[in-house]
């Protein structure tokens, strides 16, 4: 435990004199808490003390990592470590290395953001189409009214005069796990809520913004709380 103490105390110093890519954060770890699926980890920025997910993956204790694009999650409750966190970020993606800077451009800042996969496992009853067969059966269910039930991931309003919701429900498809319904509706990160609405699909709103799968026209049908 000393020598672990010592080592994160020395990177944070070494830490200190990295140059920190535009628009990335940085974290060096402080402590490890591996499950079956993320790697859980705690560690110091500019800010203070954060923790952070991630897919499982070796990290080391002491070292500074870079990252971008988190999605805060509020009272985070961890079925795999039956732990619930005040707040913590989920990531897609983490490096060590510092990126070239000069390689940042402003083309691909405009971009679609990268989803983040939260944890998360929604139970629904048959009515209900999951992530998962939604994109593995697009072609079938396109122009097809259905409902879905996930968590809000990502919140976006009045967008080209439309909210824009991201859910997630645990399942997914060849790396989609990512649900991205239009609907003149709000509604709040965290919250679980089932919509029905119109399936289209290779929606293409141009500046890098390309749908696979949209539903379109959607309507909340329930009032379902955070979890």
């Not at 991630?54 to 990592?65: L, S």
């Not at 005040?86 to 993606?93: A, D, K, V």
């Not at 679609?112 to 992530?131: C, M, R």
């Not at 593995?136 to 009214?145: P, R």
Request: glycine share 6%; proline share 2%; net charge positive.
């Amino acid at each position: 435990m000393i020598a672990i103490s010592l080592s994160a105390c020395k990177n944070e110093k070494q830490s200190k004199s990295v140059d920190v890519p535009d628009g990335k954060e940085k974290i060096t770890v402080t402590e490890l808490i591996d499950g079956n699926t993320y790697s859980y980890i705690k560690g110091k920025n500019e800010n203070g003390e954060i923790w952070v997910a991630i897919r499982k993956q070796p990290i080391e204790i002491g070292k500074t990592y870079f990252y971008k694009d988190a999605l805060p999650m509020k009272d985070f409750h961890s079925k795999e470590l039956n732990r619930t966190f005040p707040l913590i970020y989920f990531l897609n993606s983490i490096s060590s290395k510092t990126a070239n800077k000069a390689s940042i451009s402003h083309g691909s800042q405009m971009k679609k953001p990268t989803a983040v996969k939260v944890e998360v496992d929604i139970k629904a009853n048959k009515d209900f189409t999951n992530i998962e067969t939604i994109y593995k059966k697009k072609d079938q269910l396109v122009n097809s009214i259905i409902k879905v039930k996930g968590k809000v991931t990502k919140f976006n309003k009045n967008i080209l005069n439309i909210n824009w919701i991201h859910i997630q429900d645990g399942t997914e498809h060849n790396g989609n796990f990512d649900l991205t319904i239009t609907s003149t509706q709000t509604v709040s990160v965290g919250e679980i809520i089932e919509f029905k609405g119109v399936l289209i699909t290779n929606k293409d709103f141009g500046a890098g913004y390309k749908y696979d799968v949209l539903l379109e026209k959607a309507e909340k049908l329930n009032n379902t709380k955070s979890q």
